[in-house]
């Protein structure tokens, strides 16, 4: 987790933003984000003179509003509300993938139609359900920050994994019915192969519509048949 992740990330408990971390182990990661001017006080965790970001790998998010704590582990903050249910074990824990190869692009593209590669350059955007991350990856590629959420413990591990390299995928565990990321902040969000999984998809639409800015766009992809 990087100290960024904080302007985006509140309680989902009480919904508030306030959010103190305490990290317990940390380390440097070099700094492929140009997201602050280098004349101006580089923001919290970056060193624009190293070229370094830190990373927090262990630690606690307390929020200030309820008090409700939550951990960070192998570097992902576990952000599930004490009522939310933890996503199932899945195969995906250690499943990667080859980006050279052109069907990973072709599937993604094809997932995120009418979305194109140029509506996620400098885009803030949600993958909810993220799985193993190869969809914040091209994401990420076509030039967006990319948080993504997945409620599994399997899936996030497998994604952070897939996606270390890339500076701007913040991986999170939590609920797609409880986020913990602020309303009206995303100018994209999308939810691939995972809404039919569900017991309620419509309240998933609503969540995910919720954390949508204005004139922000949503894009949905289910199973059908083939």
Not at 144 to 155: G, Q, R
Request: some cysteine; hydrophobic content about 40%; glycine content about 8%.
């Amino acid at each position: 987790m990087k100290y960024r992740l904080l302007q985006w990330l509140c309680c989902p408990a009480c919904g508030a933003a306030d959010l103190q971390v305490d990290a317990t182990q940390v380390e440097d990661r070099p700094l492929t984000s140009a997201r602050f001017d280098a004349a101006a006080q580089p923001p919290r965790g970056m060193n624009s003179e190293r070229r370094i970001e830190i990373e927090i790998l262990a630690g606690t998010l307390r929020c200030s509003a309820c008090g409700a704590t939550y951990a960070i582990t192998d570097g992902i903050p576990r952000m599930l509300a004490t009522e939310s249910v933890e996503g199932p074990t899945t195969a995906h824990r250690y499943t990667t993938f080859d980006t050279a190869q052109p069907a990973w692009e072709e599937s993604f593209l094809d997932y995120a139609a009418p979305l194109a590669p140029s509506d996620f350059l400098g885009r803030l955007v949600l993958d909810a359900g993220c799985g193993y991350g190869r969809h914040a990856w091209f994401a990420a590629r076509y030039g967006a920050e990319v948080i993504a959420l997945d409620s599994s413990a399997d899936a996030v591990a497998s994604a952070a994994a897939n996606t270390r390299e890339l500076g701007d995928v913040h991986v999170v565990q939590g609920d797609i019915y409880r986020p913990p990321v602020r309303d009206q902040i995303f100018d994209v969000a999308y939810c691939f192969g995972v809404l039919h999984h569900l017991d309620d998809p419509e309240a998933a639409i609503t969540s995910l519509g919720e954390r949508l800015r204005s004139g922000g766009r949503l894009a949905l992809w289910v199973y059908g048949p083939r």
